[in-house]
């Protein structure tokens, strides 16, 4: 039998959804809420069990759903500041404004119409629990293309990594040039892999691990995909562009 292609494969196990209604984007905070504030001691718990904050309200929140379990796998949200409030923030303005590296970048000369911040990406207890991952918001370990899709659940780091690009999608259909995300520095390495290539733009800060602010050229970032990422990202930019018009 012959082997499914990378986009064959996603086709076949998830589905994205861009959380249009209120009932999907409560899922997503349903997600966020057992991952950071349940599990993870990182936000506080609520009574309501969504985990939310001020950043929703100029937010697009996506979800991953495994097809074969019909639960959802992961979320991501992408932070957009509005245009008609300039003075806005995205997180990494609120939490490491006082380690931003301005030599490499300087955010601040951007037009705020051109940048986002890709933010609390989590994957359910569910999915982690069997990579012995409890204790990280999502799955990113060591991977190379070839093994990305294989049905072991060891490599299931496909969740994120699809997650992370369709943020990048996102961002390029609403004509963002520059996106940002804080998250451990080893991850740099890991998403080079597949030509997700991050500048690192901040010292770190210690806050649940190591963090650190990288941002992306999105105007440079799927050329620079490799052939079956790049055929993925295609297909989930495809999805979203389907999705906001209908």
């Known amino acids: 039998m012959e082997a499914l292609s990378l986009v064959e494969k996603f086709d076949k196990y998830f589905e994205l959804d861009l959380a249009k209604t209120e009932e999907l984007k409560r899922e997503s905070y349903k997600i966020r809420h057992e991952v950071f504030s349940n599990e993870l001691n990182w936000t506080p718990m609520s009574e309501d069990k969504l985990e939310t ?6 937010s697009f929140s996506l979800l991953l759903k495994h097809k074969p379990s019909d639960l959802y796998a992961g979320t991501i949200r992408l932070v957009i500041p509005p245009n008609d ?3 806005s923030q995205v997180p990494f ?3 490491f404004s006082d380690v931003l590296l301005s030599n490499v970048i300087d955010h601040d000369a951007l037009p705020r119409n051109s940048i986002a911040e890709i933010s609390r990406l989590s994957v359910p207890d569910d999915f982690r629990r069997r990579l012995d991952e409890n204790h990280k918001p999502f799955i990113l370990n060591e991977f190379n293309t070839e093994m990305l899709w294989s049905h072991e659940s060891r490599n299931l780091p496909v969740i994120a990594i699809s997650l992370i690009l369709s943020s990048i999608a996102l961002a390029n259909l609403n004509n963002v040039s520059h996106t940002f995300i804080s998250m451990e520095p080893r991850f740099k390495k890991r998403l080079a892999v597949i030509g997700i290539n991050l500048t690192q733009c901040s010292s770190e800060i210690h806050h649940n691990g190591a963090l650190a602010v990288f ?3 999105n105007m440079n970032s799927p050329a620079e995909f490799n052939p079956e990422v790049q055929k993925l990202y295609q297909l989930i930019l495809r999805r979203l562009q389907s999705q906001m018009s209908s």
């Open 215 to 217: 941002y992306l050229e």
């Open 85 to 87: 409030k300039p003075n």
């Open 93 to 95: 303005e609120k939490y």
């Open 53 to 58: 904050d001020s950043f929703d309200a100029y």
